[in-house]
């Protein structure tokens, strides 16, 4: 089970890069979105986010993200508990609990932004997962969409 868990497959490097590309046009049009419609909050809840990486340099935030948060938090989120929560709910149940729950982690920074992108993120990837059957896609989903949105392209 575990191999299979960590297989590589051409498929899953495609379903990687196109969805980390995808979420990242998904948040790039809620940032816009949230912007609108609440323009003097939304905009700094967002820009509350990527203060916590000030002080740090940008090519070790990167490496973080790609080769330590981004695999770590998907073997933990998708392939331990999505995984259990299925067995126990169903694909359905199991995947919005466990996006919910790992949206519910983030309540502690009292962002309204940051656990609506937490359970779109969540939802994205528990799918891909659900689908796929394996954790590479969206460990490679992750790690990149990570360094994209907080290093290499931040939306603020």
């Known amino acids: 089970d575990r191999k299979s868990e960590f297989a590589i497959k051409p498929e899953h490097l ?19 979105v949230m912007g609108q419609l609440f323009p003097g909050f939304a905009p700094q809840e967002i820009s ?35 995984k259990r929560l299925v ?17 519910l982690v983030h309540i502690w920074t009292f962002n309204l932004s940051l656990l609506l992108a937490a359970f779109t993120a969540g939802l994205i990837w528990g ?19 990570s360094a994209a949105i907080f290093v290499f392209f931040p939306l603020h």
């Open 48 to 82: 509350d986010v990527y203060a916590r990486k000030i002080g740090t340099a940008p090519w070790i935030v990167a490496l973080l993200l790609l080769f330590v948060t981004g695999p770590s938090e998907e073997i933990f989120w998708r392939g331990f508990l999505q």
């Open 127 to 145: 799918f891909i997962y659900w689908r796929a059957k394996c954790l590479v896609p969206v460990i490679i989903s992750h790690s990149l969409w």
């Open 87 to 103: 067995k126990l709910m169903g694909p359905i149940g199991g995947l919005l609990v466990a996006a919910a729950i790992y949206s």
């Open 14 to 32: 495609v379903v990687g890069i196109l969805s980390a590309a995808v979420l990242y046009g998904v948040f790039a049009l809620g940032d816009f």
